[in-house]
């Protein structure tokens, strides 16, 4: 539904795994978040999903069948 947008060009997914979960974001084109009614006015992003491991596992082959870019990222905290 994101690659839809009109306002907001979608550009890919980006997903963080961490301990138990991963969270998946929707990340945009850089110049679309700034509303056309108001320059100083950012866009509100779609909040973060949070995904257990089975639903991102079955959620990468839909992505990769589809064309929709995504990055995978490891954030470790020390």
Avoid at 35 to 55: C, F, G, M, Q, W
Avoid at 66 to 74: D, H, N, Q, S
Wanted: charged share 35%; hydrophobic share 35%; glycine share 2%.
């Amino acid at each position: 539904m994101e690659e839809k947008r009109e306002d907001k060009p979608f550009d890919y997914v980006e997903f963080n795994k961490r301990d138990n979960f991963i969270i998946m974001n929707i990340i945009y084109q850089t110049n679309a978040y700034i509303s056309s009614d108001d320059h100083h006015t950012y866009r509100h992003d779609v909040d973060p999903d949070i995904l257990n491991a089975e639903t991102y596992e079955q959620l990468k082959p839909l992505l990769i069948e589809r064309g929709i870019r995504f990055v995978e990222r490891v954030d470790e905290f020390i």
